[in-house]
Protein backbone atom coordinates (compact mmCIF):
# COMPACT_ATOMS: atom_id res chain seq x y z
CA UNK A 1 0.00 0.00 0.00
CA UNK A 2 2.57 2.15 1.16
CA UNK A 3 4.58 1.39 -2.26
CA UNK A 4 1.51 2.85 -4.18
CA UNK A 5 1.15 5.84 -2.38
CA UNK A 6 4.35 6.82 -3.15
CA UNK A 7 4.30 6.12 -6.94
CA UNK A 8 1.24 8.29 -6.73
CA UNK A 9 3.31 11.22 -4.99
CA UNK A 10 5.91 10.87 -7.83
CA UNK A 11 3.27 10.86 -10.65
CA UNK A 12 1.65 13.80 -8.55
CA UNK A 13 5.05 15.87 -8.73
CA UNK A 14 5.76 15.14 -12.46
CA UNK A 15 1.95 16.07 -13.28
CA UNK A 16 2.85 19.81 -11.22
CA UNK A 17 6.47 19.70 -13.00
CA UNK A 18 4.60 19.87 -16.32
CA UNK A 19 1.39 22.19 -14.61
CA UNK A 20 4.42 24.82 -14.11
CA UNK A 21 5.86 24.07 -18.01
CA UNK A 22 2.38 24.85 -18.90
CA UNK A 23 1.83 27.67 -17.09
CA UNK A 24 5.54 29.29 -18.00
CA UNK A 25 4.88 29.22 -21.96
CA UNK A 26 1.56 30.64 -21.69
CA UNK A 27 3.11 33.83 -19.83
CA UNK A 28 5.85 34.14 -22.29
CA UNK A 29 3.28 34.18 -24.92
CA UNK A 30 1.66 36.85 -23.18
CA UNK A 31 -1.90 36.03 -23.56
CA UNK A 32 -4.52 38.67 -23.59
CA UNK A 33 -7.72 36.99 -23.49
CA UNK A 34 -9.65 37.38 -19.97
CA UNK A 35 -10.93 33.90 -20.49
CA UNK A 36 -7.41 32.35 -20.74
CA UNK A 37 -6.03 34.30 -17.92
CA UNK A 38 -8.82 33.34 -15.82
CA UNK A 39 -8.13 29.63 -16.31
CA UNK A 40 -4.59 30.08 -15.85
CA UNK A 41 -5.20 31.78 -12.71
CA UNK A 42 -7.18 28.63 -11.56
CA UNK A 43 -4.88 26.40 -12.83
CA UNK A 44 -1.77 28.43 -10.95
CA UNK A 45 -3.78 27.90 -7.38
CA UNK A 46 -4.79 24.43 -7.97
CA UNK A 47 -1.15 23.09 -9.05
CA UNK A 48 -0.08 25.77 -5.54
CA UNK A 49 -2.75 23.68 -3.81
CA UNK A 50 -1.69 20.02 -5.06
CA UNK A 51 2.13 21.47 -3.73
CA UNK A 52 1.18 22.37 -0.34
CA UNK A 53 -0.59 18.77 -0.21
CA UNK A 54 2.82 16.79 -1.15
CA UNK A 55 4.50 19.20 0.99
CA UNK A 56 2.48 17.43 3.86
CA UNK A 57 2.80 14.10 3.06
CA UNK A 58 6.40 14.19 2.28
CA UNK A 59 8.19 17.43 4.39
CA UNK A 60 11.57 16.41 2.47
CA UNK A 61 10.26 16.61 -0.65
CA UNK A 62 12.22 19.99 -1.61
CA UNK A 63 11.80 18.84 -5.88
CA UNK A 64 8.58 20.16 -6.14
CA UNK A 65 9.40 23.02 -4.11
CA UNK A 66 12.44 24.05 -5.71
CA UNK A 67 11.57 23.58 -9.24
CA UNK A 68 7.56 24.38 -9.56
CA UNK A 69 6.96 26.51 -6.58
CA UNK A 70 9.47 28.84 -7.48
CA UNK A 71 8.12 29.15 -11.17
CA UNK A 72 4.61 28.57 -9.69
CA UNK A 73 4.87 32.08 -7.73
CA UNK A 74 6.89 34.11 -10.07
CA UNK A 75 3.50 33.97 -12.69
CA UNK A 76 -0.18 35.08 -13.27
CA UNK A 77 -1.93 35.65 -9.97
Known amino acids: MLC ?7 DMKETL ?4 ATLEDAEKRSIKEK ?6 KRL ?3 AL ?3 DM ?4 Q ?3 KQVDGKVCSK ?3 MLL
Do not use: R, Y
Open 4 to 10: CFEDDME
Open 44 to 46: KNA
Open 54 to 57: IDEF
Open 49 to 51: DIS
Open 35 to 40: EVQLWL
Open 59 to 61: PDS
Open 72 to 74: LGT
Open 17 to 20: ETVG
